[in-house]
C-alpha cells in the first residue's frame, strides 16, 4: 500500500521560510511525478509545483515561482518543497501527491496517491 507522508509545516512571518518533505513507501513501483498542491477552506486544490523523475524537470505555479524550489532526495522517495519569502496568501493545508506517469499540467486528477497534508501558517 502507497503512502505519502508530509513534514515541515507550521506558522511563520511574512517573508519567512519553510521546508516542506514528502517521504513515499510502501511501493515497490517506480513514480513517474511527484508534486506539491495546497488547499485552503473549499472544494478548489491548487497545484504548486512538481517534478519529473525520468527528466528533472520541474514546473511551479505562477504564484510561487523564484520562491519555492522543488527537489527530490533519496532517489525517489522523498521529495521537499524549499518555501521562501513566504507571504499570507502562502497559507494553506499542503499535499503531496505522486502519479505513476507524469501528467503534463499540474491537475489534482491527474495524480493518484496523496498524502494528509501539512499546514503552513503565515502572518502578516
Known amino acids: 500500500q502507497v503512502q505519502l507522508e508530509e513534514s515541515g509545516g507550521g506558522s511563520v512571518q511574512t517573508g519567512g521560510y519553510l521546508r516542506l518533505t514528502c517521504t513515499a513507501s510502501?511501493?515497490?513501483?517506480?513514480?513517474?511525478?511527484m508534486a506539491w498542491f495546497r488547499q485552503n477552506p473549499g472544494p478548489e486544490r491548487e497545484g504548486v509545483a512538481s517534478?519529473?523523475?525520468?527528466?528533472?524537470?520541474?514546473s511551479y505555479a505562477a504564484s510561487v515561482k523564484g520562491r519555492f524550489t522543488i527537489s527530490q532526495e533519496n532517489g525517489k522517495s522523498r521529495v521537499t518543497l524549499q518555501m521562501d519569502n513566504l507571504k499570507p496568501d502562502d497559507a494553506a493545508l499542503y499535499y503531496c501527491?505522486?502519479?505513476?506517469?507524469?501528467?503534463?499540467?499540474?491537475?489534482?486528477?491527474?495524480?493518484?496517491?496523496w498524502g494528509q497534508g501539512t499546514q503552513v501558517t503565515v502572518s502578516s
Open positions: 501527491a505522486a502519479a505513476l506517469s507524469c501528467p503534463r499540467t499540474l491537475d489534482p486528477v491527474e495524480y493518484t496517491y
Open positions: 517534478i519529473d523523475f525520468q527528466t528533472g524537470a520541474t
Open positions: 510502501g511501493y515497490d513501483y517506480r513514480f513517474g511525478c
